[in-house]
Structure formats: C-alpha cells, structure tokens
C-alpha cells in the first residue's frame, strides 16, 4: 500500500462568494474565509501551526505581507504557528499546497495546515493592468513578447488545434460554458449565475478565434481556505473528512510555443499516477471538478482523466451527462468560467468544491454518493498538470 | 519608419546571436553537437543531454502552422490598434516550434497544418523579427 494513499484528510473549508466587492478588503476576506475553515473542521486554533498563503496576484504589497505573516497576526496564531511560508505555482498552487500541507502532517512536522488563498482581481487592480499582467507572465521575453500573446491568445490557440484534432464543435465547446452555469446557477459563491444556452454562447462576437465573448472567464474578487490534518485525527473531528487518497502531476514547461504537443503522453501520467494511488479507475469516479480557465481545458481532461474516448468529450457535455443531473457531473462550482478568475485561487475553489462534495456540504448542487471525486489543477500558460482524488473512506 | 510601440524582444548575449540571424534574414536555431537534439528557444545548456556543445544553425525557414488565432479585441494594450491580427505557433520543418504572426494572408483561409514561410520584418534598427506568410503551394 502506498505510504501516502489515505493518510490524510481535508476536514474544514472556507469561501466567501467569487465576485466584484469594492468594498470587502482583501485582509477582511482572507481572515474570513480561514476563521470559516477552523471552525468547520473542529481543529482547536492553538492546533493550527502551519499558514500556507497562495500568492496574490493582484497586489504585490498584499502578497509580500502574507509571505511575512500577516494572517498569523491577523488570526492571533502567533504562540502556536510554527511556519508561515508560501506556496505558489499560478493555478495549480493548490495541488502544491495539498501535496506538501499533506507533506509535514504525514512526517509528522505539523498537525494542522491551513492553506489559504485570498484575491482580488475584480476589483482590487486596473483592468488593463491585470491584462497586462497575464499577458507578461510565462511569456519568453526573448522570442515571445513581440507578437500579441495574451491569455485569450492562449485560449484560442488551445481550441483551435483541438477542434481541428479532435472534429470537436464550436457548439460542444459553447456547451461545457451552459453546463458550467447551470451548476453556477446552484452555487450561491459563484459570479456568473444567470443560465446560458449553448447557442446565446454562440451568438457572442468573436474575441480572438474561436474564443468568444461568453467563453472568456471574467476575472474576480474571491477567497478560499482549507484544513488538512492527519486522517487518523479526522475521523475524531469530524463525521465526513475528505481523505487524500491519490495524487499525481507532471510539470512540463514554461512558455505556450513548448508546452507539449501530446498532451496525453505528457500529462497522462499525472491521471494514471493518482488513480493507481487513490487504487481505484476511472469508472469509479463519482464527480470531476476541474480546473478550467477557460472551456477546452475541460475537455482536454475529461480525456486526461480517461473519463471518456479522445475526442468524445464534447459530445458527453453536449448531451448533458456534465451537467446537474448528469452521469457525469464535472466542476460543480461553475469553474473559473462562471465562478469567476480569481488568480491561483481557480484551482483552490476547484479543490474546496471537491472537499465539498465528500463531505456531503455542498447544499443544492451535491452530488448523490460522491464518495470519490478527482480534481484537477493546472498553472502558468498550461505548465504543469495535477490529479487529486479525494473519497470518503481512507 | 513611424516610431515602433510594441514590446520589442530582450536582448541577451543568446538571444543577440538570433536576431543578429534575423537581421542578415537567417533563422537561426540551435542542435546539440553531443546528441544530435534540435533546440529552439536557444539555449545555454542541451534540453536532453545537458551538454553546452550547441551549434546554430540555419532553418530554411519553412513550416506548418501548427495553431492559430485571429485577435479581434481585448488584446494586450500595445496590440490594440493593429488588431485583427494573427498569432501562431509554427512547427518548423527541422522539428522546433516558433511563435510569431501569419501575415500577408486571408485571416479567414488560415487553417492549422497550413504550409507557411519566414518573412523577415525590420522593426527598429536594431531589431528584425521573423514573421510567417502562407507560402504557395510547390511548383
Ligand atoms: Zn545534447
């Protein structure tokens, strides 16, 4: 048996809801969202002694003073914490944070981690800023930058080639964009809650091709945190933890010219690795939350994830198995594409939904017997690809 | 020439070698004299084996456009005032990738695998970039 499979458990979520909030500062959100996760796990606060901030994007002096301890002021940890470091990898700094909080608990260096993720990309920066921002980042400076990359570049250059590839539609990518609402429609801390038909998605301009207007994500203010303790204590804490039961990842590249061209030879592994871990296949799996950013991505791992044939996914989503309701139901939060763009905090709310939905607390929009969900991450431009398989027996 | 207002590329000791290449209309790219790897973006090291023994080399300039997109809006702001245009990703016949932008073309002709050539673009004095045209079909 694998020494990692099972050993340890998220038990406590936070989330305030995704969105433009003027007038919520950014310490206001963090603090609540990790006051929720303690009191949702049961951890006694003096327990709490490693503070794991994800980076923020949107301000640097917020992200400087997070990296110097200001939640473990904020939080009054500051006679029990025992570190106060971050961990940042873009979108997939939640797998990171999970993998290395689940780290110190199983070598015994911590026995509580909070990790936490606060952002506030709606309001809290410049709109042509933050483009300008995310049209810098994981761009070559050397041989990139001249030619007008941006993430909606990115986008459309990800969908082309899997249209082309795969025969996938225009229509089947609008679809994922309908399902993801109607999820959001469910989840009173999404940001794009109002229902779309797949042909209203259709009948938006084009931005830059095939990407349209209403399949961009918007970017918003929000904030999440979680809870990771030992199993062996989970089971005292609370009724459901969320055990870590697999995880697996591939990092691959820096730029969007080099990431791979074979993304199932590249990044399949990271599936393969977590399912042989979690010690189970992908029948098994109950609900998807994956990480978006923007719609092919979902359909690229609904393939990565062997959940269906290559170049069938599409059609799995425009029949309606992802949506409520569905045999399939995938990122139940809405996603970034209509929870809303919160920096590295898309990949934190993917994993607090699946956190969710083992436990059995996510209300109108929970899945019946989740008692394995996978979820996914991924950062920069797509440098990187990480599984988690969370379940409700360890 | 009207002042040029787009990010231009940064200069380092490597990356002069390539757009001194530019400038004399050579693309250049890089192979490990070691294992034989094809290496683009250049580099000090080899992407396999690790050795510093690279050579530049010169590419005939001809490729596949191996994706696209054609930017309407929301581009970056130094971009704004020249869309549509395209951006690619280029699969070069030598087996290294190369962004840049489709030009002199029908944006709605454009298709991925389509047969694309090097066109050299002066920019400023100091800089030319390699830019892509949909090249005609052989003869
Ligand atoms: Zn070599």
Same mark, same amino acid.
């Given at each position: 048996m694998n020494r990692f499979r099972g050993k340890t458990a998220i038990v406590g979520i936070g989330e305030v809801p995704t969105g433009h909030f003027p007038e919520r500062s950014f310490v206001d959100a963090a603090i609540t969202v990790c006051e929720a996760a303690i009191k949702d796990s049961? #951890?006694? +606060?003096?327990?709490?002694?490693t503070i794991i901030p994800i980076g923020v994007v949107s301000n640097p002096l917020d992200n400087a003073n997070v990296v110097c301890s200001w939640l473990v002021e904020e939080l009054g940890l500051g006679k029990t914490a025992k570190s106060n470091f971050q961990v940042m990898s873009g979108g997939s700094s939640s797998a990171n944070a999970l993998k290395t909080a689940s780290s110190l608990v199983l070598a015994g260096l911590s026995q509580a981690v909070l990790v936490v993720h606060c952002d506030r990309l709606g309001t809290g920066i410049d709109f042509n800023a933050a483009v300008t921002a995310f049209a810098r980042?994981? #761009?070559?400076?050397? $041989?990139?930058?001249? $030619? !007008?990359?941006g993430q909606l570049g990115l986008a459309g250059l990800l969908q082309q080639r899997y249209m082309y590839e795969t025969g996938t539609t225009e229509r089947q990518i609008a679809s994922v964009v309908e399902s993801l609402r109607k999820w959001a429609a469910l989840n009173?801390?999404?940001?794009?809650r109002k229902l779309r038909t797949a042909d209203e998605i259709l009948d938006s301009p084009v931005i830059s091709s095939p990407v349209r207007k209403r399949t961009m994500n918007v970017l918003a203010d929000g904030a999440a945190a979680f809870i990771v303790t030992s199993a062996e204590w989970a089971k005292d804490l609370t009724d459901q933890p969320a055990y870590v039961l697999g995880v697996g990842s591939r990092c691959t590249n820096f730029t969007s010219t080099q990431q791979p061209k074979n993304y199932h030879a590249a990044w399949g592994p990271a599936a393969d690795e977590a399912y042989t871990m979690a010690g189970?296949?992908?029948?098994?799996? +109950? #609900?998807a939350e994956i990480y978006d950013a923007f719609p092919t991505f979902i359909l690229i791992t609904m393939e990565l994830l062997k959940l &269906?044939?290559?170049?069938e996914a599409g059609r799995l989503v425009e029949n309606g198995h992802?949506?409520?309701? !569905?045999r399939l139901p995938v990122s139940t939060n809405g996603? =970034? =594409?209509?929870?809303?763009?919160t920096g590295a905090g898309g990949g934190v709310a993917i994993l607090v939904e699946a956190a969710r939905q083992v436990m059995g607390k996510? !209300?109108?929009?929970q899945v019946p017997n989740a008692d394995i969900v996978v979820e996914t991450a991924s950062g920069g431009v797509g440098m990187d690809f990480h599984v988690g398989v969370l379940g409700r027996e360890a | 020439m009207t002042e040029y207002t787009k990010p231009l590329p940064l200069i380092t000791d490597l990356s002069r070698v390539f757009y001194d290449g530019c400038k004399e209309r050579k693309l250049l790219y890089q192979q490990c004299r070691e294992c034989g790897e094809v290496i683009f973006f250049?580099?000090?090291?080899?992407?396999? &084996?690790?050795?510093?023994d690279l050579e530049w080399k010169q590419s005939q300039g001809r490729g596949k456009i191996h994706s696209f997109t054609v930017t309407y809006? $929301?581009?970056?702001p130094e971009f704004a005032k020249d869309t549509p245009y395209a951006l690619s990703i280029i699969a070069m016949d030598e087996g290294f990738y190369i962004m840049s932008n489709i030009v002199? &073309?029908?944006?709605?002709k454009l298709v991925c695998d389509l047969p694309v050539e090097v066109v050299f673009q002066p920019v400023t004095p100091d800089i030319t970039l390699p830019k892509f045209r949909p090249r005609p079909p052989a003869r």
């Amino acid at each position: 048996m694998n020494r990692f499979r099972g050993k340890t458990a998220i038990v406590g979520i936070g989330e305030v809801p995704t969105g433009h909030f003027p007038e919520r500062s950014f310490v206001d959100a963090a603090i609540t969202v990790c006051e929720a996760a303690i009191k949702d796990s049961g #951890v006694p +606060k003096h327990a709490v002694d490693t503070i794991i901030p994800i980076g923020v994007v949107s301000n640097p002096l917020d992200n400087a003073n997070v990296v110097c301890s200001w939640l473990v002021e904020e939080l009054g940890l500051g006679k029990t914490a025992k570190s106060n470091f971050q961990v940042m990898s873009g979108g997939s700094s939640s797998a990171n944070a999970l993998k290395t909080a689940s780290s110190l608990v199983l070598a015994g260096l911590s026995q509580a981690v909070l990790v936490v993720h606060c952002d506030r990309l709606g309001t809290g920066i410049d709109f042509n800023a933050a483009v300008t921002a995310f049209a810098r980042a994981s #761009v070559s400076q050397e $041989y990139e930058v001249p $030619y !007008g990359w941006g993430q909606l570049g990115l986008a459309g250059l990800l969908q082309q080639r899997y249209m082309y590839e795969t025969g996938t539609t225009e229509r089947q990518i609008a679809s994922v964009v309908e399902s993801l609402r109607k999820w959001a429609a469910l989840n009173p801390n999404a940001m794009m809650r109002k229902l779309r038909t797949a042909d209203e998605i259709l009948d938006s301009p084009v931005i830059s091709s095939p990407v349209r207007k209403r399949t961009m994500n918007v970017l918003a203010d929000g904030a999440a945190a979680f809870i990771v303790t030992s199993a062996e204590w989970a089971k005292d804490l609370t009724d459901q933890p969320a055990y870590v039961l697999g995880v697996g990842s591939r990092c691959t590249n820096f730029t969007s010219t080099q990431q791979p061209k074979n993304y199932h030879a590249a990044w399949g592994p990271a599936a393969d690795e977590a399912y042989t871990m979690a010690g189970i296949q992908p029948k098994d799996v +109950k #609900v998807a939350e994956i990480y978006d950013a923007f719609p092919t991505f979902i359909l690229i791992t609904m393939e990565l994830l062997k959940l &269906c044939e290559l170049g069938e996914a599409g059609r799995l989503v425009e029949n309606g198995h992802t949506s409520p309701g !569905g045999r399939l139901p995938v990122s139940t939060n809405g996603a =970034m =594409m209509a929870q809303g763009h919160t920096g590295a905090g898309g990949g934190v709310a993917i994993l607090v939904e699946a956190a969710r939905q083992v436990m059995g607390k996510a !209300g109108e929009r929970q899945v019946p017997n989740a008692d394995i969900v996978v979820e996914t991450a991924s950062g920069g431009v797509g440098m990187d690809f990480h599984v988690g398989v969370l379940g409700r027996e360890a | 020439m009207t002042e040029y207002t787009k990010p231009l590329p940064l200069i380092t000791d490597l990356s002069r070698v390539f757009y001194d290449g530019c400038k004399e209309r050579k693309l250049l790219y890089q192979q490990c004299r070691e294992c034989g790897e094809v290496i683009f973006f250049p580099k000090k090291i080899c992407s396999n &084996c690790m050795s510093r023994d690279l050579e530049w080399k010169q590419s005939q300039g001809r490729g596949k456009i191996h994706s696209f997109t054609v930017t309407y809006s $929301y581009a970056p702001p130094e971009f704004a005032k020249d869309t549509p245009y395209a951006l690619s990703i280029i699969a070069m016949d030598e087996g290294f990738y190369i962004m840049s932008n489709i030009v002199d &073309c029908d944006f709605d002709k454009l298709v991925c695998d389509l047969p694309v050539e090097v066109v050299f673009q002066p920019v400023t004095p100091d800089i030319t970039l390699p830019k892509f045209r949909p090249r005609p079909p052989a003869r």
